[in-house]
């Protein structure tokens, strides 16, 4: 099993900057890739980013060249750099593990609010 504590999330004006941390522990050497997910009131869940342990990303088109997913390997520790900021970026993100045994395990999740 592998548990992530999300933090960093908070209240903020449009335009501005908040940074994700997701911290990894238990059975991390299984993990093949990590990403950001988020979901807002009444939508679906939807990826925001990811790394892979190679460290390819990929990001959705709606946070591209705002959002930068990155990963501290001594830390186990996964991050979000949000710049730039938009109301409708506005939702509870998570943070997503998978491992090489196909599971995926989340984060309780994050409340990012961005006023207009």
């Known amino acids: 099993q592998v548990q992530l504590v999300e933090s960093g999330g908070g209240l903020v004006q449009a335009g501005g900057s908040l940074r994700l941390s997701c911290a990894a522990s238990?059975?991390?050497?299984?993990?093949?890739?990590m990403g950001w997910y988020r979901q807002a009131p009444g939508k679906q869940r939807e990826l925001v980013a990811r790394?892979?342990?190679?460290?390819?990303?990929n990001y959705a088109d709606s946070v591209k060249g705002r959002f930068t997913i990155s990963r501290d390997n001594a830390k186990n520790t996964v991050y979000l750099q949000m710049n730039s900021l938009k109301p409708e970026d506005t939702a509870v993100y998570y943070c997503?593990?998978?491992?090489?045994?196909?599971?995926?395990?989340w984060g309780q999740g994050t409340q990012v609010t961005v006023s207009s």
């Open positions: 790394i892979t342990s190679a460290g390819s990303t």
């Open positions: 997503q593990a998978s491992t090489v045994a196909a599971t995926t395990n």
């Open positions: 238990g059975n991390i050497l299984r993990i093949n890739a």
